[in-house]
């Protein structure tokens, strides 16, 4: 039994319900905690997932005068796993990334969550930190796990050139992950 399988069972979390529905699995969490993305923490008696979330909003324009022009912004349409499982979820961004346990949230992290997310290889044209602020709630990721995260959201403007006009796909070894550009007005 994994240090993870322990605490979870100890804190009566049923891990096994996981990997259902929208829910992603065990190996998920077992993942982020390994890789530095999240952290499990016992305060008072109960275990809490300790997150910090990198979110982007993602935007390009076409026309060549800023207030002239047409805005699209990324969205996330629909995760596809491996096991068949459909999840969409209604990000209140383009992306959300988890950063890793050194790493501080700043244009390279942002440049880091592009690249790994949707393949992007150039610099965001522009690139700016519009708010932070902090989450304390039941993690719809893994049901019965409460989740403390740290978010902070960014806004990337890309140039048209640089961009893939039909969307892009994230693949993962257990998920898809599929992106597609709306149209979108300055005031939304």
């Known amino acids: 039994?994994?240090?993870?399988?322990?605490?979870?069972?100890?804190?009566?979390?049923?891990?096994?319900?996981?990997?259902?529905?929208?829910?992603?699995?065990?190996?998920?969490?077992?993942?982020?905690?390994?890789?530095?993305?999240?952290?499990l923490i016992e305060e008072n008696g109960r275990l809490i997932r300790q997150v910090r979330i990198l979110n982007i909003d993602v935007l390009f324009h076409t026309g060549y005068f800023f207030f002239e022009s047409n805005w699209y912004r990324l969205k996330e349409d629909r995760q596809e796993f491996s096991d068949g499982r459909i999840r969409r979820r209604n990000l209140p961004s383009s992306l959300a990334e988890k950063l890793k346990a050194e790493e501080v949230p700043c244009r390279g992290s942002v440049a880091r969550a592009l690249r790994e997310e949707i393949g992007f290889q150039y610099r965001p044209f522009y690139c700016r930190k519009i708010r932070e602020w902090e989450e304390e709630k039941d993690s719809p990721s893994y049901p019965g796990l409460f989740m403390r995260a740290e978010i902070s959201l960014w806004l990337a403007s890309l140039l048209q050139e640089d961009c893939n006009e039909n969307g892009y796909v994230e693949i993962q070894e257990d998920k898809k992950t599929f992106f597609v550009w709306e149209r979108t007005s300055l005031e939304d």
Do not use: F, P, Q
């Not at 998920?28 to 952290?39: I, P, Q």
């Open 1 to 39: 039994m994994s240090k993870t399988t322990e605490l979870l069972t100890d804190h009566g979390v049923h891990y096994w319900t996981w990997g259902r529905g929208e829910s992603k699995t065990l190996a998920h969490l077992e993942k982020e905690v390994e890789d530095g993305e999240s952290v």
